[in-house]
């Protein structure tokens, strides 16, 4: 494998990190005002709920910010085209990140119910514009954005020439609402798995109908942009990121927690690589007759490249390694009787 | 404003905004990490109360420091794209490597610290922090060498072919003469921060626990966090003074003009005269005939160049200079060489006067709570709130006078800063960003401090011998 090579796979490790590892705790915000029913110890329900991310979120994040580091470092005209390119829509995406990041961090840190209660409300809606709006971006990647030549030096690279509202075209929005489903779905398995009492058993209750709208939702997307852009390969990738998925829900249904978050990860990995198969050897595939913006175009010299190379592979499998250890470290099932009472008003735990 | 005015103010915006919380994060790191293993070394209670108590101010910090961190990168290829394709191949590395060697290892092992209590053995538990600062220092450092390649760049070439820079030598771009005195520079800055914060936040408790007659064990675990506060104030000015006067040195070298503009000095001082410095000006920054109020003889030359008779060019000079060498090439021409001369010379002199002003109120702190006294007077107040504000506005002015004085350049000597911005963005765009980035941030700012004084007023809490949680018992810490 050639280095350009190597580098655009490994963007696809870093997308299939940052939607596996953030989509089940964006699931899991979409899931508290959901799962906290049926009871009277809402409040409780959902401190448990946000206890099973509470030591990840964070983490899983920083595989959005590597894959933006890596795109700038590895293809710094596709960094430069797609993030000037849709700009107000990373806007969105942004404010809606950290609106949640503060909803996650604060929430607990007073305890009047004013102050709970907005903070909520920050988490929920963010967690479902951002995946909402990644899911809309890595669509037009693949469906096709419109472009223009422009020169630089002697080289032609391409550049966005669009709007807002040219992001937001049928695929791409059924690509969005594909991964808000999937990401909703792939929470209640981590949190059927990582919950006990009843959290658990809703969880389930809730995967299964979350799992068959993903399935509907995820077959149309893939036939919609496969018809487009589809590739023999793509559609054996595409079809088995299906299969893993009817997989998930069948286990999920038959009480198998651990297997069911398996087939979600599998299906959402598969999904950035049957992505990743439409795309190449383009970094953003141009709408309509517009020029296509190639890899070939976008990368760095072969020296960042190889420099990047040697420090991903020394250091991708410490983080990892260290990653895995936090999920052992926190590998308990939570009930809501292991939730602490709140310490004085004012003081709170951490 | 068109859209270059606009990218502009948002980059200045958001960095100032972010380094209001980033050197709070690397200062109290190392300083929560410290009472932690204080705690295991002496079973002292007092350290390990305060640990928490600062381990919660520090983690509301954090997540705000966070999340700018995120505009931060992002705003390179919104903003700036013409920029990033023209060095992409140099900057992108070092932000892709701070990522992956350091916002991991800060993220996972703060979750680890904060859901880690009873959870994991102790000294491990601990362990966790350090490892959170070493993650604040690498990050530190990555993004400094990618500030100094834009100050000073260096281990690049131009590739004709392409037009743009690409890199010829990464370890060069990583130990660049500007970087090796910058990282010390800012990093003993925000132990000056870290420590400003913790002496005040101790002083204040301290006077508290007298007038409302705390319990002695307050009394001396306040008293201990304020001394300790101002020892390390003390100990990293000292650091922060060596430094600047290191790269200050660097600087004249390297960008004379940043030096003659924090001076203002329009004319290069005749053969064999040296140049003075200004304390204070109050009139003719414009060049001309400047009213110093105060002037120390030769004190620039020193400064500049470690000697007092050493040569210290004048702007109108380097100007002339640069217009020869630069003005006829499309990326390099710009209207003026010279950077806006108020912002660069004020900035300058409120930077150390915050660092100085720092220090000052750590030796007094170390005299004043010796053998045990507590300074009660009122005047003692708004210093206790102007310290760690004084320290934090300090970095501000710092890296306002280390960027504005850059300009017109981006990347000095290569690109002008008009030439980077993004030609597909329309300043509707900018504008709707940076009002609600702003209206945001200002809100966020609002909330963060009114936490962490509730957090401060609040104090640290009770003791509590800390146990491993059982499986069927409640956690130690949950949300």
């Keep these: 494998m050639d280095l350009i090579t190597i580098w655009f796979v490994l963007l696809a490790v870093l997308w299939t990190g940052y939607l596996v590892t953030e989509g089940f705790d964006f699931g899991v915000g979409m899931l508290l005002p959901v799962l906290d029913k049926g009871g009277e110890q809402q409040e409780t329900r959902r401190r448990t709920m946000l206890t099973t991310i509470g030591p990840h979120w964070d983490g899983n994040e920083v595989w959005l910010l590597t894959a933006g580091g890596a795109t700038f470092a590895a293809f710094p005209h596709w960094y430069a ?50 995946p909402f709006v990644v899911g809309v971006a890595l669509t037009n990647l693949v469906a096709g954005l419109p472009m223009t030549e422009h020169t630089m030096g002697s080289t032609a690279y391409t550049e966005f020439d669009g709007t807002m509202l040219s992001l937001f075209t049928p695929v791409a929005v059924l690509g969005g609402l594909t991964v808000v489903a999937a990401c909703l779905t792939h929470g209640a398995h981590f949190l059927a798995l990582k919950t006990d009492g009843p959290i658990r058993q809703q969880a389930r209750s809730v995967a299964t109908r979350g799992g068959l709208v993903t399935a509907v939702l995820a077959v149309a997307l893939f036939v919609w942009l496969g018809a487009q852009r589809g590739t023999a390969v793509s559609w054996v990738v595409s079809g088995v990121a299906a299969v893993a998925l009817l997989a998930a829900i069948a286990a999920n249904a038959k009480g198998r927690e651990g297997w069911a978050f398996v087939g979600t990860s599998v299906t959402i990995g598969l999904t950035v690589v049957s992505y990743f198969v439409m795309l190449a050897p383009n970094a953003i595939n141009g709408r309509g007759d517009s020029p296509d913006l190639t890899l070939e175009a976008a990368a760095s010299s072969p020296m960042t490249l190889e420099i990047m190379t040697w420090a991903a592979v020394v250091f991708t499998p410490i983080m990892i390694g260290y990653t895995v250890w936090t999920y052992w470290v926190f590998r308990r099932r939570l009930r809501v009787e292991h939730m602490p009472e709140h310490e004085p008003a004012g003081a709170g735990a951490h | 404003m068109d859209v270059l005015d606009l990218a502009r103010w948002q980059f200045a915006i958001t960095t100032v905004y972010h380094f209001f919380f980033v050197p709070i994060t690397i200062g109290l790191s190392a300083i929560v990490a410290w009472y932690h293993s204080r705690w295991i070394r002496t079973r002292d209670e007092s350290h390990l109360r305060m640990a928490k108590f600062l381990g919660k101010l520090f983690t509301i910090n954090f997540a705000l420091g ?79 060498a990618a500030n100094s390649f834009m100050q000073h760049p260096v281990g690049y070439r131009i590739n004709p072919e392409t037009g743009r820079a690409e890199m010829a030598d990464f370890v060069a771009i990583l130990t660049n003469e500007v970087q090796l005195v910058a990282f010390p520079h800012v990093i003993t800055a925000c132990y000056l921060v870290g420590g400003a914060l913790v002496l005040a936040v101790g002083l204040h408790k301290l006077r508290q626990t007298v007038t409302k007659g705390g319990p002695d064990t307050d009394r001396r675990m306040y008293r201990h966090a304020a001394r300790l506060g101002a020892v390390v104030v003390l100990v990293s000015g000292l650091g922060v003074a060596i ?123 170390l005299w004043a709570t010796r053998k045990d006294r507590v300074p ?83 104090g640290a809490e009770p003791f509590e011998q800390p146990r491993l949680v059982e499986d069927d018992e409640p956690l130690e810490f949950a949300y």
């Design chain 1, 81 to 130: 085209t797609m993030f000037s390119g849709m700009y107000l829509a990373l806007l969105l995406l942004l404010v809606t990140l950290i609106l949640r990041n503060m909803g996650l961090e604060y929430r607990h840190k007073r305890h009047d119910r004013e102050w709970v209660r907005r903070w909520d409300l920050a988490i929920v809606a963010g967690s479902y514009i951002a």
């Design chain 2, 66 to 144: 966070l999340v700018t961190g995120i505009v931060q990168e992002f705003q390179f290829g919104m903003n700036w794209s013409t920029y990033s394709r023209f060095v992409g191949d140099i900057f992108g590395a070092p932000l892709a490597l701070e990522a992956l060697l350091a916002f991991f290892l800060e993220s996972t092992f703060l979750g680890l610290w904060i859901f880690g209590w009873g959870r994991i053995p102790e000294r491990l538990h601990a362990a966790c922090m350090w490892i959170v600062h070493i993650g604040t220092l690498l990050s530190a450092y990555f993004i400094l």
């Design chain 2, 243 to 365: 430094s600047g006067d290191l790269q200050g040195k660097v600087m004249t070298e390297v960008q004379p003009m940043k030096m003659a503009a924090a001076e203002a000095l329009y004319d290069t001082p005749p053969e064999g005269q040296c140049a003075p410095f200004s304390v204070l000006t109050v009139a003719g920054l414009g060049g001309e005939d400047p009213t110093h109020v105060i002037e120390i003889p030769c004190l620039l030359s020193f400064l500049g160049t470690g000697s007092f008779d050493g040569e210290v060019r004048g702007i109108a000079d380097l100007e002339a200079d640069y217009r020869a060498s630069f003005g006829d090439d499309e990326l390099t021409q710009a209207d003026t060489y010279v950077p806006p001369i108020a912002m660069t010379y004020w900035n300058f002199r409120l930077m150390m006067a915050t660092g100085f002003f720092a220090m000052a109120v750590g030796a007094w702190v």
């Design chain 2, 376 to 458: 009660m007077q009122r005047w003692v107040f708004p210093i206790i709130v102007l310290t760690p504000l004084a320290t934090v506005l300090g970095h501000s002015f710092g890296w306002i006078f280390t960027e504005v004085g850059r300009q017109p350049w981006v990347v000095f000597g290569e690109m002008a800063t008009h030439t980077a911005v993004s030609p597909s963005v329309g300043a509707s765009d900018v504008w709707t960003s940076m009002i609600v980035f702003t209206l945001l941030y200002g809100g966020l700012a609002v909330v963060e401090v009114r936490l962490l004084l509730s957090y401060i007023r609040a």
